[in-house]
T-cell receptor, first 117, second 109 residues
Framework: GAVVSQHPSWVICKSGTSVKIECRSLDFQATTMFWYRQFPKQSLMLMATSNEGSKATYEQGVEKDKFLINHASLTLSTLTVTSAHPEDSSFYIC?????????????FGPGTRLTVT | GQNIDQPTEMTATEGAIVQINCTYQTSGFNGLFWYQQHAGEAPTFLSYNVLDGLEEKGRFSSFLSRSKGYSYLLLKELQMKDSASYLCAVLDSNYQLIWGAGTKLIIKP
């Protein structure tokens, strides 16, 4: 149980283009999903928290117009990196949390490695 | 401010026991998580402690002392596949996960 998928697993795009990453909870309903990025040999950095049906809450320093997050259903959230630049190259990981009271574990997707050339 | 400290790197021998410590100072506490992350992969859930004491799960055990702001992850009968980073994370008063920088564990034959 508690499986989260992420697609694509890796993507290479040209500078200036946009890339969409999908995160799906396969066997549970995720009322809250989280988007992280991780640079090599560094810890996870939370970018934003999204609750189904409402606007995402972005962490300080994360540009909401650049990293568009949509959490349209209880099983799907998307992150779109708009006008990507080489400095956006990173490992992007989503996680999902069930809406059950007292359940706080986050289950992670396998991650998406983005390379912007 | 919120702070979670854990050693950057540890080395242990296959078959041995290793303890990875984590100390925290956060605004509120609603539990502490340990995750394992292999290089290039996403983290996987290991344990969740919200009450003081030791929770054992196979070769892995996790301990929590809320009064001391301290936890440890104990790995027994180490295997080469246990080489990974181990992340400590605290659920704060807003139910947000505050992450430590992770401890890279190197297992030697």
């Amino acid at each position: 149980g508690a499986v989260v998928s992420q697609h694509p697993s890796w993507v290479i795009c040209k500078s200036g283009t946009s890339v969409k990453i999908e995160c799906r909870s396969l066997d549970f309903q995720a009322t809250t999903m989280f988007w992280y990025r991780q640079f090599p040999k560094q810890s996870l950095m939370l970018m934003a928290t999204s609750n189904e049906g409402s606007k995402a809450t972005y962490e300080q320093g994360v540009e909401k117009d650049k990293f568009l997050i949509n959490h349209a259903s209880l099983t799907l959230s998307t992150l779109t990196v708009t006008s990507a630049h080489p400095e956006d190259s990173s490992f992007y990981i989503c996680s999902a949390r069930e809406g059950r009271e007292g359940v706080y574990e986050q289950y992670f997707g396998p991650g998406t490695r983005l390379t912007v050339t | 401010g919120q702070n979670i400290d854990q050693p950057t790197e540890m080395t242990a021998t296959e078959g041995a026991i290793v303890q990875i410590n984590c100390t925290y100072q956060t605004s509120g506490f609603n539990g502490l998580f340990w995750y394992q992350q292999h290089a290039g992969e996403a983290p996987t859930f290991l344990s969740y402690n919200v009450l003081d004491g030791l929770e054992e799960k196979g070769r892995f055990s996790s301990f929590l002392s809320r009064s001391k702001g301290y936890s440890y992850l104990l790995l027994k009968e180490l295997q080469m596949k246990d080489s990974a980073s181990y992340l400590c994370a605290v659920l704060d008063s807003n139910y947000q996960l505050i992450w430590g920088a992770g401890t890279k564990l190197i297992i030697k034959p």
